[in-house]
């Protein structure tokens, strides 16, 4: 089934978000061998952390009988403002949230709900996955060449917003 336009949106938010160095993330993440639980997205860091995402675009979907495999030392939601207005209540102290790439609610430290082992060898996996994708996807320069374009338009935002910010600053003295 194909992702909705939110569903992307948030993913490319919440990679964003957690895109830092020491930092390793990957989408769509099966646990174990021959897992049944897959995570939407994972991170890892250098100091030995896991922290799980599960992605929600509507209620009956945060609703669904559908895993939320909170298996790390952190599990977040990711999902939209709206949403989270709907379910804010609903939400388990211990897991955070994630509205559009901001973090709306720190989740509380976990033990692993599977083995250390286990997390690493299925974030191995999935990463590799998505390197064999991008390999036999024949451009592999298209990604390089699209991240390059994003940042030169990150830059040129951020310049128009600090000209905006000097030019509401002058407008006001």
Not at 61 to 69: E, R
Not at 109 to 120: P, R, S, T
Not at 149 to 171: A, P
Request: with cysteine; net charge positive; hydrophobic share 30%.
């Amino acid at each position: 089934m194909a992702k909705t336009d939110v569903t992307l949106q948030l993913e490319r938010d919440i990679y964003a978000a957690t895109n830092k160095m020491g930092v390793f993330g990957c989408f769509e993440v099966t646990i174990g061998w021959y897992g049944e639980q897959r995570v939407d997205y994972m991170t890892y860091d250098t100091k030995g952390v896991f922290r799980c995402y599960e992605i929600k675009v509507s209620k009956s979907d945060y609703k669904s009988n559908a895993h939320n495999t909170f298996v790390g030392h952190y599990n977040y939601y990711v999902m939209t403002r709206e949403l989270y207005d709907q379910v804010v209540s609903e939400i388990p102290a211990h897991v955070g949230v994630y509205v559009f790439g901001s973090c709306m609610k720190r989740a509380r430290k976990q033990e692993l709900g599977v083995g250390e082992e286990i997390l690493k060898n299925s974030l191995i996996r999935s990463l590799s996955r998505d390197v064999g994708k991008l390999l036999k996807s024949n451009n592999p320069d298209y990604v390089n060449r699209m991240n390059r374009l994003i940042n030169n338009e990150r830059r040129e935002k951020e310049n128009y917003r600090e000209k905006y910010f000097n030019l509401l600053r002058e407008s006001r003295n």
